[in-house]
């Protein structure tokens, strides 16, 4: 079946970007499905290092067609400064190529101020949002009272809808969050001026897909943030407000149940986290300076989209099986190998305990009470990132990896060993 599916595996951040990017050499269309741009991957290619948050990553490969499915919430300021940075590069973006949903949500102004100020209101128990009016414009498309793509294509209905839509958030906030109320007329019309100039990217996608399926033509679905912030089976509060795991493709791209070729989980060679919320295995002092770098280079640990430092920690190798076993995982992609050169042993979690029981089922809704439990094995003081085959791999390392298909029930079929598109190793 032409269906493949990208995701990741842990809090996001796993290096989907690079992975997509080599999936696509080899498909016909790239396609987001959910989140909007909360989401980031980066893809470097020479000197050029490309930092995406909605268009797919497969926009860099120039044979592609790339779909921004329903399932997403889309900011058209966001759209509009992507298109011009990928424009600037010498990448197609046209919309003989690039198509948005007529069904996708659209993410206002006034959603990333009602989103800051509703994780500014929580105190000690904010969630750590990104602040991009995410969860904001989820609810509207929950409650049947959001903008959606398909309003641009209709300018005079557009222009009455922003406008009653700032109106209602600037009277929740002045309410709610004691705010001082907004100027609905300027901010609406604004948003509006802007937003027009997606219009001619505007279709119906999910026909788009169907009839490329039909046709046999290969399709990649690009996952967004990670499986562990899914809204449903994610670390909750503590999550995205989409799908995050595979199975949100089919909702969320408007395309029928249908067999998938295989669905290739993302997984970096350690574990890391933006925002608040449980991290059995997370590590502070020395080992977390060292794991998450100093920042001075687009590899090291932060945020794509907010620039935050990420948490980093050992591999947790039970919330691995659990979201290989979540999404379907037919084969892994472990990235930031590299990383782990140098350090004379390394940690894998492989069970938790909790009231003096260990084992590796647990309650995802009870995270933060567990306990990791460690197994230790030796590290390799080689460089890696030069290494293109298995066998080039230091012994350890080989090991490392077998240890890690082993506790996730899933070959590695995919390793990474530095930021450029050639040092991939494939298994």
Known sequence: MPIEIAVGTQWGDEGKGRVVDLLSAEADLVARFNGGDNAGHTVTVGQTTFKLHLIPSGIIHPHTLCL????????????????????????????????????????????????????????????????????????????????????????????????????????????????????????????????????????????????????????????????????????????????????????????????????????KAFQTRVGDGPFPTELEGEMALRLRGSGANPWDEYGTTTGRPRRVGWLDGVLLKYVVELSGISELGVTKLDILSGLPSLKVCTAYSLDGRSGDEFNVARLGEYRPVYEEMPGWEADVSGARRLQDLPAAARRYLNRIQEIAGAPVRLVSVGPEREQVILA
């Open 68 to 267: 921004l499915g329903n399932g997403m919430v889309i900011n058209p300021l966001s759209f509009l400064a992507e298109l011009e940075m990928l424009e600037k590069a010498g990448v197609d973006v046209s919309p003989r190529r690039l198509f948005v949903s007529q069904a996708a949500l659209l993410i206002t102004p006034v959603h990333r101020l009602l989103d800051q100020a509703q994780d500014e209101a929580r105190g000690a128990g904010r969630l750590g949002t990104t602040g991009r009016g995410i969860g904001p414009a989820y609810v509207d498309k929950a409650a049947r009272s959001g903008l959606r793509a398909g309003d641009i294509l209709d300018e005079a209905a557009f222009r009455s809808k922003a406008q009653a839509h700032v109106a209602e958030v600037s009277r929740l906030m002045q309410v709610l969050y004691h705010k001082d109320p907004l100027d609905a007329q300027a901010i609406a019309g604004d948003f509006v001026e802007k937003a027009l100039r997606m219009a001619p990217y505007i279709t119906d996608v999910g026909a788009i897909a169907r009839k490329n399926l039909a046709a046999g033509k290969r399709l990649l679905a690009e996952g967004a943030q990670g499986a562990l912030l899914d809204l449903d089976h994610g670390t909750y509060p503590y999550v995205t407000s989409s799908c995050t795991t595979a199975t949100g493709l089919f909702g969320g791209l408007g395309i029928g149940i249908q067999a998938v070729q295989r669905v290739v989980g993302i997984t």
